[in-house]
């Protein structure tokens, strides 16, 4: 597609449960990467893959997160057993190759955990 | 350790004059700059980019300035309209070493243009 497609919108879990965000890459783009956003702040880099492998994962928590980008499925970035500070909104954001230096974003997926 | 820093949370500008957001970096790898428009409930869309290369790049009403040695960058946005106020991230990248591409970003400025 012509944009960064991100699903779901939002997504309400309670502590402990699984949540797990989706993320379809503008077509022809091989780098995706994921950032959160807890309370408006700054955007923090989780986690960043070059086509299904992972590229720089030196953001992402030790515990818990874990990404994948498999070939002809959406990006998913999934979090175990929620804790209320993975509360934020988890963007999505493609560029076209190694040589490409903008990043485009998707809308978002805002994750409340309660 | 903030390596990208925008020190004003807010500013405000009448329609028709200059808004002069700025952004200061620490980072002597990074090479390549953005700025990002973004609006509530909305991602972040891409305004402008300069490379380390150039100290200045041009698009329409936005015009980035870039100072290596004095590590700051400026959006310069003439003349301001109601519609560009949103907040404003300014996002710096290594291409060629530690971050390999990855944006750092700064916790932006909150840009309100009154009629």
């Known amino acids: 597609g012509e944009e960064v497609a991100q699903t779901p919108k939002h997504l309400v879990r309670g502590e402990g449960q699984k949540a797990k965000l989706y993320c379809a890459p503008i077509?022809?783009?091989?780098?995706v990467f994921w950032y959160q956003q807890v309370l408006k702040n700054e955007f923090k880099f989780l986690i960043s893959?070059?086509?299904?492998?992972?590229?720089?994962e030196t953001g992402m928590p030790k515990e818990r997160f874990s990404a994948k980008c498999l070939p002809n499925s959406p990006c998913s970035l999934e979090i175990q057993a929620t804790k209320l500070e993975d509360s934020a909104v988890y963007f999505c954001a493609s560029k076209p190759g190694a040589m490409g230096n903008t990043i485009y974003f998707g809308e978002g997926s805002w994750l409340t955990v309660v | 350790d903030q390596q990208v820093k925008q020190n004003s949370p807010s500013l405000s500008v009448q329609e028709g004059r200059i808004s002069i957001l700025n952004c200061d970096y620490t980072n002597s790898m990074f090479d390549y700059f953005l700025w990002y428009k973004k609006y509530p409930a909305e991602g972040p869309t891409f305004l402008i980019s300069?490379?380390?290369?150039?100290d200045k790049n041009e698009d329409g009403r936005f015009t980035v300035f870039l100072n290596k040695s004095a590590k700051h960058l400026s959006l310069h946005i003439v003349p301001s309209q109601p519609g560009d106020s949103a907040v404003y991230f300014c996002?710096?990248?290594?291409?060629?070493?530690?971050?390999?591409?990855?944006?750092?970003f700064g916790k932006g400025t909150k840009l309100s243009v009154k009629p």
């Open positions: 300069i490379s380390s290369i150039k």
């Open positions: 077509k022809g783009h091989s780098y």
């Open positions: 893959f070059q086509n299904e492998n992972v590229f720089d």
């Open positions: 996002a710096a990248s290594a291409r060629y070493g530690g971050s390999q591409g990855n944006l750092i």
